[in-house]
């Protein structure tokens, strides 16, 4: 099972982290990605993290400004984003496979479990 937080309102420019944490499961064996979904349009992949080696992968909208870790001790991974703009608003997903290893950007058929998700509104 796989919970979100850290969501919530930011100014433009500000930063936020959200948290990814798995219960029942080693999380230290799963590659995690990171999805978004805004009103209206199609989800769409942000970034990733393999379980293996650490290799990470972002969207080209996100690059520079998001960064992806994972403590494996807390079952938990992260998505620091900084710098953040109004277009980052939306509902923020993270996603879990134990079989996927991403030589680039997976897919939404790529991981097997999913969370809730938790929103994200950049906002004057």
């Known amino acids: 099972q796989l919970v979100e937080s850290g969501g919530g309102l930011v100014q433009p420019g500000g930063s936020l982290r959200l948290s990814c944490t798995a219960s029942?499961?080693?999380?230290?064996?799963?590659?995690v990605g990171w999805f978004r979904q805004a009103p209206g349009k199609e989800r769409e992949a942000v970034s990733c993290?393999?379980?293996?080696?650490?290799?990470?992968h972002y969207a080209d909208s996100v690059k520079g400004r998001f960064t992806i870790s994972r403590d494996n001790s807390k079952n938990t991974v992260y998505l620091q984003m900084n710098s953040l703009k109004p277009e980052d608003t939306a509902v923020y997903y993270c996603?879990?496979?134990?079989?996927?290893?991403?030589?680039?950007?997976?897919?939404?058929?790529?991981?097997?479990?999913w969370g809730p998700g938790t929103q994200v509104t950049v906002s004057s």
């Open positions: 996603a879990a496979d134990p079989m996927l290893y991403a030589e680039t950007m997976p897919q939404e058929r790529d991981f097997g479990s």
């Open positions: 993290i393999n379980s293996r080696d650490g290799i990470t």
């Open positions: 029942g499961v080693t999380f230290d064996f799963y590659t």
